[in-house]
């Protein structure tokens, strides 16, 4: 599966940004989905998935309700919907793909891999 992030830039301090991910080449409807984080110098972080039918989510002990995901099966799309932002939100954020609905996702779980989209917090 291909996998296309967009929707990052630059966001003040307490706005919002929403993020997309563009699907090809995959059954998108047959993979759990979910978005991933990476600032410099740290580990990739979970930030939060979704099952196949989007019923079901999970999401990374840091976003305390101020995010949420979302899929279009039909048109082949992921989205975070992010509010509330804070500098300490600014990373390259990735979509990947998944068989599997973990209850403690870890990137390993994780099959495909868009290329990333950078968010930044700042004023």
């Known amino acids: 599966m291909h996998l296309i992030e967009s929707g990052g830039g630059l966001v003040q301090p307490g706005g919002s940004l929403r993020l997309s991910c563009a699907a090809s080449e995959g059954p998108f409807s047959g993979y759990v989905m979910g978005w991933f984080r990476q600032a410099p110098g740290k580990e990739r972080e979970f930030v939060g998935q979704i099952s196949r039918d989007g019923r079901s989510y999970l999401f990374g002990d840091f976003v305390k309700g101020r995010f949420s995901i979302s899929r279009n099966n039909a048109g082949n799309t992921l989205y975070l919907q992010m509010r509330s932002l804070k500098p300490e939100d600014t990373a390259t954020y990735y979509c990947?793909?998944?068989?599997?609905?973990?209850?403690?996702?870890?990137?390993?779980?994780?099959?495909?891999w868009g290329q990333g989209t950078q968010v930044t917090v700042s004023s």
């Open positions: 990947a793909a998944s068989t599997l609905y973990s209850d403690s996702p870890n990137v390993n779980e994780y099959l495909y």
